[in-house]
């Protein structure tokens, strides 16, 4: 890997090549390196990472679907957000339209950039309401909003106002954070001011949940809600797969968080528990050993004899049913290997899965994560913020006089403790990681191409952005953002269908056919840029 790791950095000018070493790193799991991670991106490189309004207004908020969301900008980034995520909604009874089909924005133009934008957000937001009567507005900022200086927050206190209906605007500008990552704090900041604690009607059943960090894609998070009710576990909230504003209102009143993506939730998991006593735990549905060891994390945590038992029973079901799929596809994918490059967590959970069916992640590595999802929570108070970070706000938050509720007494805690139970534990996914495989931060398209060249894994994971140029090289690449239009792969009965997947990628003879652009002779009528490069 050291060699592989040389042999990408050696193209690069020296500035570039200082920066990108600290980026890529051979792995040790027993004391992980530190990772240069959540910095700019060398203009020119071709990265895959997204921006902050894609972060904020895609990722986090976007999933909520009986809310308006308006895009203020031009119509592309309003078009881009449209549903390209695949993060599904069912609609409920009460709401008879499922606004994620709509793209809603005030397609800015020239006029709005030069005379400022306020006026015609303000009619937008009036239009939308006359027209679908939702019960809350969100809107965001794109980049020429912050440039013009447009003051979307006034124009929606006077919608808000105006209309009786909660309205609140997001400073998401493309440009605020070094990735989308800035975006997801943005967004867990406006959801904690503007929608959690309003409705304090906790949910009757017992053992209350939120799932935060969990966005439906391909329906994750229906895969995962349906094995926990028949646990027994109830889930007042998923944040924001597939959930509603009345949920969110009330996600305060759960017993507990459980975190599936840290890098995009953390912040609302702390804040939680500042202010109304939520603990959180970091629990991972993707791939069937995981799903088993967190379905037994949450029954310790509720201390609770008849719940521990049922978790015990549906994980035995849901394995019986499960053995004799890994078996099956073991038997042509063991010993292969992947590699993997997405976003901010599916890079470390996606291994689990392919390590339940015997293969090998030998390199991996995010897009926009932080050192803490790579190197683990406790380098937190080691990382250095520097000005893009000091940029996005961090909201004071303190206990709430009257909603604040420590959820176990000390002596539940010194129980749970002594049991070898620990709160907020999330270790990063390079004490995962065998020892000698590559990680890469922020991997650019010519790291790719020469990671296939010297590795050549039999599959890599990663985005729309890179998936063709990684097919033509001959090798399968299956998107673990979009998941290709498939899914679910969380919990047990996602993970047959992972499974099931990965082999047929494998195994095809497809693959076969296709000759590297590197092995075929250069084409003497393709002569465009010879002599300039
Ligand atoms: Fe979390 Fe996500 Fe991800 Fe993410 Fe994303 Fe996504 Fe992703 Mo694409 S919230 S960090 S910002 S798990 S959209 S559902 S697939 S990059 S690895
Ligand atoms: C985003 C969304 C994205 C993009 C996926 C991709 C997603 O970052 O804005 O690059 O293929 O999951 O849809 O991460």
């Not at 800035?182 to 959801?191: K, L, P, Y």
């Not at 549905?285 to 379905?295: D, N, P, T, V, Y």
Request: hydrophobic fraction near 35%; aromatic fraction near 8%.
């Amino acid at each position: 890997p050291a060699a592989v790791r040389e042999e990408m950095l050696k193209i690069y000018p020296s500035k570039t090549l200082k920066k990108r070493s600290k980026q890529m790193l051979v792995n040790d799991p027993s004391a992980p390196p530190e990772i240069g991670a959540n910095t700019r991106t060398v203009p020119g490189i071709i990265t895959q990472r997204g921006c902050t309004y894609a972060g904020c207004r895609g990722v986090v908020i976007g999933p909520i679907h009986d809310i308006l969301h308006i895009t203020h900008g031009p119509i592309g980034c309003g078009y881009y957000s449209w549903l390209t995520r695949r993060n599904l909604a069912q609609q409920r009874p009460d709401q008879p339209i499922n606004f994620l089909q709509y793209a809603m924005s005030t397609d800015m133009m020239e006029s709005e950039i030069i005379f400022g934008g306020e006026k015609k957000l303000a009619a937008a937001i009036r239009e939308a309401y006359e027209i679908f009567k939702p019960k809350a507005i969100a809107v965001y900022a794109t980049c020429p909003v912050g440039l013009i200086g447009d003051d979307i927050h006034s124009v929606c206190r006077e919608a808000k106002k105006e209309l009786g209906i909660n309205v609140f605007g997001f400073s998401c500008e493309g440009y605020k954070g070094v990735s989308q990552s800035a975006g997801h704090h943005i967004a867990n900041n406006g959801v904690f001011k503007h929608m959690v604690g309003l409705l304090d009607e906790p949910d009757p059943e017992p053992f209350r949940i939120n799932v935060l960090g969990e966005y439906n894609i391909g329906g994750d998070a229906w895969a995962i809600d349906t094995l926990l009710k028949k646990c027994g576990i109830h889930v007042t909230a998923t944040l924001s797969g597939d959930v509603t504003y009345d949920q969110i209102c009330k996600c305060h009143t759960a017993d507990l968080n459980v975190v599936m993506c840290h890098r995009s939730i953390n912040y609302m998991a702390e804040m939680m528990e500042t202010k109304y006593g939520v603990p959180w735990i970091k629990v991972n549905f993707i791939g069937a050993e995981q799903s088993a060891k967190s379905l037994r994390k949450i029954a310790a945590y509720f201390q609770d004899k008849q719940l521990t038992d049922r978790v015990e029973e549906v994980i035995a079901q849901e394995m019986a049913e499960l053995r004799p799929v890994i078996a099956d596809v073991k038997t042509r994918c063991e010993g292969k290997t992947a590699a993997m490059f997405v976003g901010g967590s599916r890079a470390h959970h996606y291994q689990h899965l392919f390590k339940d069916i015997g293969m090998l992640t030998v390199a991996a590595g995010y897009e926009f994560a932080h050192r803490d999802d790579y190197e683990g929570r406790d380098v937190l108070p080691s990382i250095k913020i520097d000005a893009d970070s000091r940029n996005i706000e961090e909201l004071e938050v303190e206990a709430d006089p009257e909603k604040f509720q420590a959820r176990k007494t000390p002596e539940q805690l010194a129980a749970l403790e002594a049991g070898g139970f620990s709160f907020k534990d999330y270790e990063g996914m390079m004490r995962e990681m065998r020892k000698e495989t590559l990680i890469i931060d922020d991997i650019s398209h010519h790291e790719i191409e020469k990671l296939i060249e010297l590795y050549k894994p039999d599959i890599i994971g990663s985005g729309i952005k890179d998936k063709f140029v990684i097919e033509k090289f001959g090798v399968p690449c299956k998107q673990l953002h979009s998941y290709d239009y498939g899914g679910p792969y969380a919990a047990f009965t996602g993970a047959a269908n992972f499974y099931k997947e990965v082999d047929r990628m494998i195994n095809t003879k497809v693959w076969q056919l296709v000759t590297p652009s590197w092995k075929k002779p250069a084409d003497p009528a393709h002569t465009f840029g010879r002599g300039i490069d």
